[in-house]
């Protein structure tokens, strides 16, 4: 057996089968290795163990009770099952051997802050760290991803590690994903979408609580910025600055922390997350700071940059900041957007300027250049800012979504399935569901029988919810004759069977599973609104 | 989706309905009603793993209901609660016998 010591380490190699023909020599040769030396710890390098039977588990169970610090590493993806399934792996250090996987001329699809990704295949993505003593990040970023998924954020988690080149990275199934980055800069028409969504992510995002220590807590790492800040700002705007960050009052809700497009991905028609690394809680408003930088802040003094990292231009960049502000906080007025914008200036500028003195921006001409204005801005902006704080409009708050789709029968499925998942993402009860499902069924069937008959057309399903209480808002629209499904009598229910008329049934129906129904009939549209508290 | 279990023993028709009987799934009931009901003189329709019942699904039963006074009797059996409801909302449980 081949054992090396390295300091207080030892590292043995096993090889070949461990069974009960063999299992007592290897116990004894370990022990033989280590001696009367005590390790500080003890690695059994499993790389050529081809097999290993109870037997041989057993003699890694006594080892480790005479050797507390034992792990086993590199095994083959066969054997660490075998350690997997029998709970070893839970037990002890358990490491598997990584697969090396090159990502020569393979397509980048993402960055953030602590590494980049890359597709691989059709199928797989890799995300290479930064750090090439990845592999604890690795294990940061697996578990928040679980956490986050588990808390109802969409993302991807990765399956397997790899060696790439001298670095680790992880690989994550990603069909046919396209980022919102590549959607911005290919197909320009889609800008309102990909905002609307883009948008829709963040709040999901922040309203998302999480439980108390799961998550680092984002308010403290600005305050250590703007500590540094203290040795390089004038005396009043550097007190100012820690005043206003120590004023942001703790928060448990989800801020992603480099949340920008290319970190948002389209998989077939469902958004979702990537590169989770710096999920933390705390207020909004530290999630807007990071975003100011990705689009404006790190190219405002070079507009080549942005083109460079996410592929669109500076403009469309500054635009798509602007409308995310306004979706984000649910007004146009210019007034509040440039408000809130000047707080998250002064985040940006903060780390911005911190970030590259601490690469030794000061001794370098142009980037003091560059630190210099960011100074100045950051004074200007101290001066007329008296709080970070700022409020979202509850308008804005609303979960709201519209389906637009071809009034015919058949697409009843669809629409049913559109409103069920808008209803599943707030809770609501079976009986509730149904009881909808049923109004929604009678409306768009109504819709799509008469209203452009014998033509076709389109029709609008929008689902809005508000909270406090809960309360579903379904609205029709269609562009057909005027009618109104409403003004038909209720049928007689007290009939009997052979006096009944077949039909009639549905609006009656639709009327009592609903808390109201109203029907208008404006600019050219039937508007039909069904509405419900849950 | 409506999946239609058919067991027949003479003159007496069970059908075990799971899914929903929606306005799509609907015609389907119509047309099983309609090519086995010759003959039959008790007809049962089996809830147990029905999901849905919308108007278009009332309509079937109202006109098998119908068929079903001329020649013999029609009974549904193991109707959830949710279901049950919207029978009481639309009169549905005075015609139909639920058992």
């Known amino acids: 057996m081949n054992a090396v010591w390295e300091n207080d380490t030892i590292r043995l190699t096993l090889e070949g089968r461990i069974d009960s023909g063999n299992s007592a020599d290897v116990e004894s040769e370990i022990i033989e290795a280590i001696g009367d030396r005590t390790p500080g710890s003890v690695a059994l390098d499993a790389e050529r163990l081809e097999y290993i039977s109870s037997a041989g588990l057993r003699i890694i169970l006594r080892l480790r009770k005479r050797y507390p ?73 697996r578990e928040v991803a679980r956490l ?61 609580a999480v439980p108390a220590g799961k998550l680092p807590d984002m308010r403290e790492t600005v305050i250590s910025w703007a ?66 930088n990705a689009y404006v802040g790190f190219s405002e003094l070079d507009h080549e940059i942005i083109k460079k990292f996410q592929g669109f231009d500076f ?34 500028y903060t780390r911005l300027i911190r970030r590259s003195i601490r690469r030794g921006g ?74 909808i499902d049923l109004a929604v069924e009678e409306i768009f069937v109504n819709i799509a029988k008469y209203a452009y008959n014998p033509d ?18 379904i609205t029709f629209i269609d562009h057909g004759k005027p009618y109104d499904p409403l003004a038909k009598d209720d049928p007689d229910i007290s009939l009997s069977a052979d006096d009944r008329p077949i039909g009639g049934l549905g609006i009656f129906m639709a009327k009592q599973s609903m808390d109201d129904i109203s029907y208008e009939y404006k600019d050219g549209s039937n508007i039909l609104t069904l509405t419900k508290n849950i | 989706m409506l999946d239609i279990k058919k067991n027949q023993d003479g003159s007496k028709l069970e059908l075990s309905l799971s899914g929903r ?47 079903m006074n001329e020649k013999g009797s029609m009974v549904v059996r193991n109707v959830s609660e949710e279901i049950q409801e919207i029978f009481d909302v639309t009169g549905f449980s005075d015609i139909l016998t639920i058992e």
């Open chain 1, 69 to 141: 610090s034992l792990k086993v590493m590199n095994l083959s993806a066969e054997v660490y099952e075998v350690f997997e399934m029998t709970g070893f792996t839970e037990m002890m250090e358990v490491s598997k051997a990584y697969r090396v996987v090159s990502i020569e001329g393979c397509e980048e699809i993402g960055r953030g802050a602590n590494g980049s990704i890359y597709r691989i295949d059709k199928d797989n993505v890799v995300k290479v760290y930064n750090n090439p003593d990845a592999l604890e990040d690795i294990q940061h970023e």
């Open chain 2, 21 to 67: 009987l929606d306005t799509i799934t609907a015609p389907q009931l119509e047309e099983e009603i309609k090519a086995e009901i010759d003959g039959i003189t008790e007809l049962v329709f089996d809830f147990t793993d029905l999901a849905y019942v919308s108007s278009a699904g009332l309509r079937v039963l109202l006109s098998a209901q119908k068929s």
């Open chain 1, 456 to 473: 076709k057309g389109r029709a609008i399903v929008r689902v809005e919810v508000s909270e406090e209480p809960i309360q579903v808002k």
């Open chain 1, 315 to 348: 403009e469309t960049a500054s635009r798509f900041w602007r409308r995310t502000l306004e979706c984000y906080l649910g007004t146009t007025d210019d007034d509040v957007i440039r408000s809130v914008e000047d707080k998250a200036r002064i985040i940006g």
């Open chain 1, 148 to 208: 986050a998924l588990i808390l109802g954020i969409p993302t991807a988690i990765s399956y397997d590690v790899v060696r790439v080149g001298d670095s680790y990275g992880s690989v994550f199934e990603m069909l046919n994903a396209e980022s919102f980055s590549k959607i911005l800069a290919t197909e320009p028409d889609k800008f309102e979408w990909c905002v609307e969504e883009y948008v829709d992510m963040l709040k999901r995002i922040h309203d998302t």
């Open chain 1, 362 to 435: 000061l001794e370098d001409p142009a980037r003091k250049a560059e630190i210099d204005h960011w100074t100045e801005e950051l004074i200007e902006l101290l001066g007329k800012t008296d709080t970070l704080l700022f409020e979202r409009n509850s308008s804005g708050d609303k979960r709201r979504d519209e389906l637009d789709i071809e009034a015919v029968e058949e697409n009843l499925s669809e629409v049913i399935a559109f409103v069920d998942k808008k209803l599943e993402a707030v809770g609501c009860s079976m009986k509730s569901q149904m009881q």
């Open chain 1, 227 to 292: 500590e540094f800040m203290q040795d390089y700002l004038p005396e009043g705007p550097a007190k100012k600055l820690l005043a206003m960050v120590e004023a942001v009052p703790h928060d448990d809700h989800m801020i992603h922390g480099d949340y920008h497009t290319k970190n948002l991905e389209l998989q077939d028609d469902e958004v979702l997350l990537i590169d989770m690394d710096t999920l933390a809680v705390g207020n909004p408003v530290f999630e807007l700071g990071s975003m100011f």
